[in-house]
Nanobody, 121 residues
Framework: QVQLLESGGGLVQPGGSLRLTCAASGNIFNINVMGWYRQTPGKQREFVASILSGGFTTYADSVKGRFTISRDNARNTVFLQMDSLKPEDTALYFC???????????????WGQGTQVTVSS
């Protein structure tokens, strides 16, 4: 069994910063890509950023230049540094990764439980 556990959400004023962390645990052989998504009530979950094990990153246009994704491959952990936060960044942020387990034929798509980010004065 594998789990993704997010942390670091909270309440911040506009223009402030937060750092989200997502740690994967379990019988993990490899995780090629790790990503962050977010969702607000009544809307579909949307892509925020992703990073490959080699370090290649992709960002949604709405967060480019403000958010930075990074990872620690040895600890199967991904981070999301969020700067210059705006009220429209308010959402439940989810970590996602297709995880290759030892002995498994194919990766398992895993989601974390989410961490709330609220940007408000």
């Amino acid at each position: 069994q594998v789990q993704l556990l997010e942390s670091g959400g909270g309440l911040v004023q506009p223009g402030g910063s937060l750092r989200l962390t997502c740690a994967a645990s379990g019988n993990i052989f490899n995780i090629n890509v790790m990503g962050w998504y977010r969702q607000t009530p009544g809307k579909q979950r949307e892509f925020v950023a992703s990073i490959l094990s080699g370090g290649f990153t992709t960002y949604a246009d709405s967060v480019k230049g403000r958010f930075t994704i990074s990872r620690d491959n040895a600890r199967n952990t991904v981070f999301l540094q969020m700067d210059s936060l705006k009220p429209e960044d308010t959402a439940l942020y989810f970590c996602n990764a297709p995880v290759q387990l030892y002995g498994a034929n194919s990766p398992v798509d895993v989601w974390g439980q989410g961490t709330q980010v609220t940007v408000s004065s």
